[in-house]
């Protein structure tokens, strides 16, 4: 079988991959080694809650708003999540039943049962084999495997642990026991908080402190609803959270594990602390085992992600692209890029990207009235609706091409670092719209934030606020902040003069954009010219 594509994993990406693949006409397959669809989720998380949001009841009719606070929805206009489940943290059973829905009603191609033992490449066409020998080839590999490969710590002892993927979830094992946990990302509160009320002695140990995703806006990090154990650990009811390395594991005489800690916020001091049970709870990588020599793709972040372009395809093996949680390798612990309310738009991204690499079709888009109040009511709009620029902020957003012409180009949801690296950054003029936090870096209370609501301080807003940044020749001349809006309304009129002056200005000839920029530029050499002079006075009253 010879293919335009072919998608290894039927996960919420492969899904959604296909779906596109399948509304373009293009030939494709899924190859999935289970029978069903979202294997992963039918394991994991291993307590079932899934920490994605499912808020049903929003107010709002319109569909694109609601997929703010949809993130386990695929992009599609049938089958929606909030139709399965009205919990706010809903049951990993209910997405499996999602998604098998979502492949019947897009009748997406998918060969299951197809387990690959190898995937290789000659002379431009991958084959991928399965262990029963059967072939697909195709042109382009798109992996969406997700991080099937559990880390393993490496110290001596490690084997006495037990996995994160393998450890009972009945709390009743562990009654009145001393249970270590190794990790302080979500598996290990959800493996803790599962524990709290049967065990004697929790303790999470990590080398690095905990961070919680309420104060750096990162969902990836300690949601609020695994985080009950920190209560009890900070009032004192026999829990513990331990910044620590572990240096090895021994079992004593009387059957307990001795864990052998090096803090590492106690100048260096070393301890052992005995528990009868140890459970790894640190985390999953892509597991490149599968391709031969002749395509092995590159790794990043300690072997966590493989390396890709701004086009998420392979840095050393073309035609070779990455879909789902391996995208993150982009934006790692800064978007929402491994997580489906976020790679669901980096997927529609790359069907685009493929589409005009492969088939010579351009990225949709629509034409606007070279007018101020015409584009400021498009870009307003879209600020107050569109779920990708909320959703994957600073990472994805819309272009405005600023050309001659009497209608302007105006396209949505484009990946700013594949816009930066395309043919599409070629243009003379441009701008970009996107939602933005500010610098929250040195805030230490998130609930204690001195706020100045003057429109001229909006590049000092620290939440979540629009910026439209203007492009001369490829470079960035100027960019404007616009305030935030504490429900993320910009259609009020307050907004709308803002954002026509903004694009009045731009609008006013021609050439405004690189007459800014060359304004920058005489500014810049002006003040070092300056500076220049200071410093030769300064050196003659030295002498």
Same mark, same amino acid.
């Given at each position: 079988m010879k293919l335009d594509y072919v998608i290894v994993g039927a996960g919420p990406a492969g899904l959604q991959l296909a779906y596109y693949l399948e509304k373009q006409q293009k030939s494709y397959t899924i190859v999935e080694a289970a029978e069903n669809v979202g294997e992963f989720f039918r394991h994991y998380p291993r307590h079932r809650t899934l920490i994605s949001i499912n808020k049903v009841h929003t107010g709002f009719e319109d569909r694109e708003m609601n997929l703010r606070w949809d993130w386990n929805s695929l992009l599609n206009d049938k089958v929606f999540f909030p139709e399965y489940s009205q919990e706010y943290f809903s049951s990993a059973d209910k997405l499996t039943e999602y998604l098998e829905d979502f492949t019947a009603a897009h009748d997406l191609k998918i060969k299951f049962g197809f387990n690959v033992e190898?995937?290789? &490449?000659?002379?431009?066409?991958?084959?991928?084999?399965?262990?029963?020998?059967?072939?697909?080839?195709?042109?382009?590999?798109?992996?969406?495997?997700?991080?099937?490969?559990?880390?393993?710590?490496?110290?001596?002892? !490690?084997?006495?642990?037990?996995?994160? !993927? /393998?450890?009972?979830?009945?709390?009743?094992?562990?009654?009145? &026991?001393?249970?270590?946990?190794?990790?302080?990302?979500?598996?290990?509160?959800?493996?803790?908080? $599962?524990?709290?009320?049967?065990?004697?002695?929790?303790?999470?140990?990590?080398?690095? =402190?905990?961070?919680?995703?309420?104060?750096? %806006?990162?969902?990836?990090?300690? @949601?609020?609803?695994?985080?009950?154990?920190?209560?009890?650990?900070?009032?004192?009811?026999? $829990?513990?959270?331990?910044?620590?390395?572990?240096?090895?594991?021994?079992?004593?005489?009387?059957?307990?594990?001795?864990?052998?800690?090096?803090?590492?916020?106690?100048?260096?001091?070393? @301890? #052992?602390?005995?528990?009868?049970?140890?459970?790894?709870?640190? *985390?999953?990588?892509?597991?490149?085992?599968?391709?031969?020599?002749?395509?092995?793709?590159?790794?990043?972040?300690? *072997?966590?992600?493989?390396?890709?372009?701004? !086009?998420?395809? !392979?840095?050393?093996?073309?035609?070779?692209?990455?879909?789902?949680?391996?995208?993150?390798?982009?934006?790692?612990?800064?978007?929402?890029?491994?997580?489906? %309310? *976020?790679?669901?738009? $980096?997927?529609?991204?790359?069907?685009?990207?493929?589409?005009?690499?492969? %088939?010579?079709?351009?990225? =949709?888009? /629509?034409?606007?009235? @070279?007018? =101020?109040?015409?584009?400021?009511? %498009?870009?307003?709009?879209?600020?107050?609706? #569109? #779920?990708?620029?909320?959703?994957?902020?600073?990472?994805?957003?819309?272009?405005?091409?600023?050309?001659?012409?009497?209608?302007?180009?105006?396209? &949505?949801?484009v990946p700013f670092e594949y816009m930066a690296d395309s043919e599409l950054s070629s243009q003379e003029s441009y701008c970009t719209i996107s939602l933005e936090y500010g610098d929250f870096s040195k805030i230490t209370d998130p609930f204690n934030i001195e706020r100045d609501p003057s429109p001229e301080k909006a590049d000092q807003v620290e939440y979540l606020h629009p910026i439209i940044r203007f492009y001369s020749k490829g470079k960035m001349a100027y960019e404007r902040h616009i305030l935030e809006d504490l429900e993320n309304d910009y259609e009020r009129d307050c907004f709308r003069e803002v954002t026509e002056t903004i694009f009045k200005e731009a609008l006013m000839d021609e050439e405004a954009v690189s007459n800014v920029a060359l304004n920058i530029f005489k500014e810049a050499m002006s003040n070092n010219m300056a500076m220049d002079q200071d410093m030769a006075y300064s050196v003659e009253t030295e002498k």
């Amino acid at each position: 079988m010879k293919l335009d594509y072919v998608i290894v994993g039927a996960g919420p990406a492969g899904l959604q991959l296909a779906y596109y693949l399948e509304k373009q006409q293009k030939s494709y397959t899924i190859v999935e080694a289970a029978e069903n669809v979202g294997e992963f989720f039918r394991h994991y998380p291993r307590h079932r809650t899934l920490i994605s949001i499912n808020k049903v009841h929003t107010g709002f009719e319109d569909r694109e708003m609601n997929l703010r606070w949809d993130w386990n929805s695929l992009l599609n206009d049938k089958v929606f999540f909030p139709e399965y489940s009205q919990e706010y943290f809903s049951s990993a059973d209910k997405l499996t039943e999602y998604l098998e829905d979502f492949t019947a009603a897009h009748d997406l191609k998918i060969k299951f049962g197809f387990n690959v033992e190898n995937i290789s &490449k000659q002379a431009g066409e991958f084959t991928v084999k399965s262990v029963d020998g059967e072939l697909v080839q195709a042109k382009n590999l798109i992996v969406a495997t997700g991080f099937s490969k559990e880390k393993v710590p490496n110290f001596p002892g !490690s084997e006495l642990a037990e996995m994160y !993927s /393998e450890h009972s979830t009945d709390p009743m094992k562990y009654k009145n &026991k001393r249970v270590l946990i190794l990790g302080k990302g979500n598996s290990a509160f959800e493996t803790a908080e $599962n524990l709290i009320e049967t065990t004697a002695v929790v303790a999470l140990c990590s080398p690095n =402190p905990i961070k919680l995703a309420w104060n750096t %806006h990162y969902v990836g990090n300690v @949601r609020a609803v695994n985080n009950n154990f920190l209560d009890t650990y900070q009032l004192k009811s026999q $829990n513990i959270v331990l910044d620590a390395d572990i240096v090895s594991l021994e079992r004593t005489e009387d059957g307990k594990i001795m864990a052998n800690i090096h803090y590492t916020h106690a100048k260096d001091e070393l @301890r #052992s602390i005995p528990f009868d049970h140890v459970i790894m709870a640190t *985390g999953f990588k892509f597991d490149n085992s599968i391709f031969d020599e002749s395509c092995t793709p590159a790794l990043s972040h300690e *072997g966590k992600f493989p390396k890709m372009t701004s !086009s998420w395809e !392979s840095t050393n093996v073309s035609n070779m692209y990455f879909a789902g949680v391996l995208m993150h390798q982009r934006d790692f612990k800064k978007t929402m890029s491994g997580f489906i %309310h *976020g790679f669901r738009y $980096n997927i529609q991204a790359l069907a685009n990207v493929l589409n005009k690499k492969n %088939h010579d079709v351009a990225w =949709p888009s /629509e034409k606007l009235a @070279r007018d =101020p109040k015409a584009i400021a009511d %498009h870009v307003l709009k879209q600020l107050t609706y #569109s #779920s990708a620029m909320f959703l994957q902020p600073g990472f994805i957003g819309d272009v405005l091409l600023l050309d001659k012409s009497e209608e302007l180009t105006y396209l &949505k949801d484009v990946p700013f670092e594949y816009m930066a690296d395309s043919e599409l950054s070629s243009q003379e003029s441009y701008c970009t719209i996107s939602l933005e936090y500010g610098d929250f870096s040195k805030i230490t209370d998130p609930f204690n934030i001195e706020r100045d609501p003057s429109p001229e301080k909006a590049d000092q807003v620290e939440y979540l606020h629009p910026i439209i940044r203007f492009y001369s020749k490829g470079k960035m001349a100027y960019e404007r902040h616009i305030l935030e809006d504490l429900e993320n309304d910009y259609e009020r009129d307050c907004f709308r003069e803002v954002t026509e002056t903004i694009f009045k200005e731009a609008l006013m000839d021609e050439e405004a954009v690189s007459n800014v920029a060359l304004n920058i530029f005489k500014e810049a050499m002006s003040n070092n010219m300056a500076m220049d002079q200071d410093m030769a006075y300064s050196v003659e009253t030295e002498k």
